[in-house]
């Protein structure tokens, strides 16, 4: 049985739909399944779909062999189990086990989402950790770019990279573990003040940052933030806001066309210079010769 096939078998009744508007428009566009890709028992997207949907528009299941990642713009909807419901509002996420009973419908005027269909040990791996959790992006810049780069390179499927999408939901994953890490990790005892200037360098990092704003802030001395903060994490906080951002303009170099100079911007960096000395430093090379070296380097494997 294939995917669409699978699908379409899973309603446990028929769905409540807009005349015109097929059973199969949840899914969006359906990936043939091809086995040879490095990674693939990681991570299979089978379907992905950007929607804009209007009342009505409901689907009932009673089983669905894959994870559903749900990703809302604008509007709201509405995931329901026997035993909870989950409401998709506005810049939120939702990480979903299909393989039970639940619906999902538009609640309200209008519902904007993005949904992916997965399969894959990277999904079942966080998912044991992760059980049906709804996450809010509002705060979390970081997140928020990996899915749009995840939304950028499942577009245009010609040009789609399976390897970029499996990049983009490992360091998704990474970082919605590390959003719930002070929560859920009782044995790392560290001040609140340092996890949460941590927090704003991990998801916050274009943000212009200093230690007396931290201090006023946090009614901490800058000083004692700043020997505490490197003492636990093993590098001066502004050398770890400097790491990040270097992170993220690798990314950017690596994925877009974007000059250096607007790569430097996008990631908290005002001087160019002062950007490509940093990048230097941390790579061994400037960001135009990353970029090449990564293009040459993609271009051989191919």
């Known amino acids: 049985m294939d995917f669409l096939d699978a699908f379409l078998s899973s309603f446990s009744k028929p ?40 009342p009505p528009f409901s689907y009932s299941f009673h089983s669905f062999p894959c994870y559903l990642l749900l990703y809302t713009t604008n509007g709201c909807g509405t995931l329901q189990t026997k035993e909870k419901t989950f409401l998709l509002k506005e810049m939120s996420l939702l990480f979903f086990q299909c393989s039970q009973p639940f619906s999902l419908s538009v609640s309200g005027h209008f519902w904007n989402f993005e949904a992916y269909f997965c399969t894959g040990s990277l999904f079942s791996t966080f998912y044991r950790n992760q059980k049906g959790t709804l996450w809010d ?23 789609r990279n399976h390897i970029l999408d499996l990049k983009c939901f490992t360091n998704l994953f990474s970082d919605l573990i590390l959003m719930r890490e002070p929560e859920t990790n009782p044995k790392k005892n560290f001040p609140g003040y340092l996890l949460y200037m941590k927090k704003c360098f991990d998801y916050s990092y274009t943000d212009h940052y200093s230690l007396t704003d931290f201090e006023q802030k946090l009614s901490v001395s800058k000083y004692r933030l700043c020997r505490e903060f490197t003492t636990v994490y093993g590098t001066s906080p502004l ?6 951002r270097i992170e993220a303009a690798k990314d950017l170099l690596n ?48």
């Open 137 to 159: 992006l509002e705060d979390s810049p970081e997140i928020l770019r990996h899915l749009q780069m995840l939304e950028t390179n499942n577009r245009t499927p010609l040009r």
């Open 255 to 302: 994925t877009t066309n974007m000059s250096v100079h607007d790569v430097g911007c996008s990631v908290g960096f005002e001087n160019t210079n002062h950007f490509i000395s940093l990048f230097k430093r941390d790579a061994g090379t400037t960001p135009n010769a990353y970029r090449k070296e990564k293009s040459t380097s993609q271009t051989c494997k191919e």
């Open 15 to 54: 769905p409540k739909l807009s005349p015109g508007i097929s059973a199969e428009t949840l899914l969006g566009r359906i990936y043939e399944e091809e086995k040879d890709l490095p990674g693939q028992s990681l991570l299979s997207i089978r379907a992905y779909g950007s929607h804009y949907i209007l």
């Open 239 to 244: 050398r770890y806001l400097n790491q990040r």
